[in-house]
């Protein structure tokens, strides 16, 4: 089985418990307008361009087949035609600095799990594993699923990181082999939720309400965008959902830092948010009040 990954990282601590590895796999039903990882979007594969790392010697339009980019020396210019770039990667060999690169490779379940398969003695003695993160893992069901029966063979504490968004029977099917839920919670209200995300709300909810009910366990992470969807109303929901759902594991709180932003300009896309600030110290303590004052215990803002 393959499937198209575009990072693995070892020694992670803010994707579950104790040291994990983290996949990040290619593919997002959502267009969330804060997404940090954009590059993670499309399924296939997309060249970048580092700025900083660029001296404009111009190898890349030497040796590029299609003719798709451009460099002005003199100027420092360097520019592509997306619609000619095949992404074969000549370009990426030819520059000696790194500043050609590409997004997204496809690898087997086996090459993913010798890398996994590295730091088990950190696994065992911190309580950590495999975390399937994206993008949505859920959009490569068939690969997410045999990740995880591998890691499970071994022995290996799982998580994954979901939007929610994927048809119920896949969460039947990995539930078994799932030892801990990421799940995002993004928006409340069902229009706000399309209106952010692009996608409606409903079928998220009733994934959440599946897996909840069938005894999963479950982090709820909710990304935080001051003035974007910080509202009243979702503050009050998050600090329900501790009340309605008591054995959640956590209720975690991701407020937006702008770091993502250099990705959108690397792969050639749309920013949606291009002038927002990363969240203040100030911003998070009045969230850190609001969910003291409801009495909240599981809640944790980064």
Request: charged share 20%; proline share 5%.
């Amino acid at each position: 089985m393959e499937g198209w990954i575009f990072d693995i990282q070892r020694f992670s601590l803010q994707d579950g418990p104790g040291i994990r590895t983290t996949v990040f796999l290619k593919g997002c039903p959502l267009r969330c307008q804060w997404c940090h990882n954009p590059e993670s979007i499309s399924i296939h594969p997309l060249l970048g361009h580092i700025e900083t790392k660029c001296v404009y010697c111009g190898a890349c339009q030497l040796i590029c087949p299609s003719q798709a980019i451009v460099v002005v020396k003199e100027e420092k210019q360097w520019t592509i035609n997306r619609e000619r770039c095949n992404v074969c990667g000549a370009c990426v060999t030819a520059c000696f600095t790194g500043a050609m690169v590409i997004s997204g490779k496809k690898v087997t379940v086996e090459e993913v799990m010798s890398e996994v398969l590295k730091d088990v003695t950190y696994y065992q003695q911190s309580g950590g594993g495999i975390t399937l993160s994206g993008g949505e893992p859920m959009m490569q069901f068939d690969f997410t699923r045999d990740l995880l029966a591998a890691s499970r063979e071994k022995g290996i504490h799982t998580a994954i990181e979901t939007s929610g968004a994927a048809p119920r029977r896949h969460f039947e099917a990995i539930l078994p082999l799932t030892d801990l839920f990421l799940f995002d919670y993004k928006a409340t209200g069902d229009q706000l939720h399309h209106q952010l995300t692009g996608v409606h709300q409903q079928v998220i909810m009733d994934n959440f309400n599946f897996l909840y009910h069938q005894g999963a366990l479950i982090e709820v992470r909710c990304p935080m965008v001051p003035g974007i969807n910080d509202t009243a109303e979702h503050l009050h929901a998050i600090a329900a959902m501790e009340r309605n759902y008591p054995h959640l594991s956590q209720v975690r709180i991701l407020p937006y830092h702008n770091t993502g932003n250099s990705k959108y300009e690397r792969y050639g896309l749309h920013n949606p948010l291009p002038h927002l600030s990363t969240t203040t110290e100030e911003k998070k303590k009045e969230w850190e009040s609001f969910f003291h004052r409801e009495g909240c215990t599981k809640v944790l803002i980064e």
